[in-house]
């Protein structure tokens, strides 16, 4: 894949205010979570470094953020490319530290619904590989800085479904739960020298990633109002944002199950629209 580096500026001299983040960069910026934070940073004088695949939704995510008094750079890469990532985030670090790292590219939605006979070799790998080395192609090359200067935010976002292995997606639960872990981790590691860390478990959100599934979407929410709970949750430093409260109870409910019956009421999802469901390419 051509990577593509465009820089845009802003003629407005406001600053973002003491203690709020002045360089932010996002993986996955070009739709869903990934744009509404995105567009939710976007602040006069405020520094944006946007990654994303595709290059005209990335163009448009620049245009919008810049409209909004946001200086942009992007660069158009897969998050599986780990030299592009590593040489991009030192370059963007350079020019100015970054003060939080949004690594929120993954698969998702009808992409990582296999058949019931379960998921292949080649579907398997490139879900972990995107979702799980994604994360760590993110968050890596800007460790020993942050550590380095003791400042910094990480923030990783998962899904709640890495808290329990839905029947639907086997693959995609365990590349949620191995970030889930890397993150809790990382935080319990590198805490001691300033840098914060925060897991992000969203339920369904209203994207066109979860869009593509044909199921019901219980306690969704608008990728709006996520990215306002996110930026709410990490601005206070939370270890965790989980929402919504509702798909958080029923699962730490679950917990407490015979495996059993627990195993028995999720496969009964599979009766209700996920078995029929057809994994295509956006």
């Known amino acids: 894949m051509t990577d593509l580096q465009t820089t845009i500026t802003t003629t407005d001299d406001k600053r973002p205010s003491p203690g709020i983040p002045e360089h932010v960069a996002i993986t996955g910026g070009t739709s869903g979570i990934g744009k509404a934070l995105a567009m ?139 970030v889930q872990v890397y993150g809790d981790a990382l935080r319990r590691l590198i805490g001691q020298h300033g840098v914060r860390v925060t897991n992000v478990l969203p339920g369904f959100v209203d994207t066109p990633m979860s869009q593509s599934l044909d199921m019901a979407r219980p306690f969704c929410w608008p990728a709006e109002k996520a990215a306002r709970r996110i930026a709410r949750d990490v601005a206070r430093g939370a270890r965790q944002s989980v929402f919504p409260w509702q798909l958080r109870t029923l699962i730490g409910l679950q917990k407490f199950l015979p495996l059993a019956l627990s195993d028995f009421i999720l496969t009964q999802t599979i009766k209700h629209g996920w078995e029929s469901a057809d994994p295509k390419a956006d």
Not at 51 to 78: F, K
Request: proline share 6%.
């Open 40 to 178: 939710h940073y976007a602040k006069p004088g405020r520094l944006l470094s946007i990654i994303g695949r595709n290059e005209t939704r990335l163009a448009q995510v620049a245009r919008d953020c810049r409209d909004l008094g946001a200086v942009v750079d992007i660069l158009q890469a897969d998050v599986t490319n780990a030299d592009a990532m590593h040489d991009w985030l030192h370059t963007r670090d350079d020019h100015q530290p970054i003060d939080l790292l949004i690594a929120s590219a993954g698969m998702g939605g009808v992409d990582v619904v296999p058949p019931s006979s379960g998921e292949d070799g080649p579907l398997a790998r490139q879900i972990l590989s995107t979702n799980t080395f994604g994360v760590v192609n993110a968050v890596t090359p800007l460790l020993s800085r942050m550590t380095g200067r003791r400042s910094g935010h990480i923030v990783i976002v998962g899904s709640i479904s890495g808290a329990i292995g839905l029947p639907q997606s086997p693959a995609y639960c365990a590349s949620k739960a191995a």
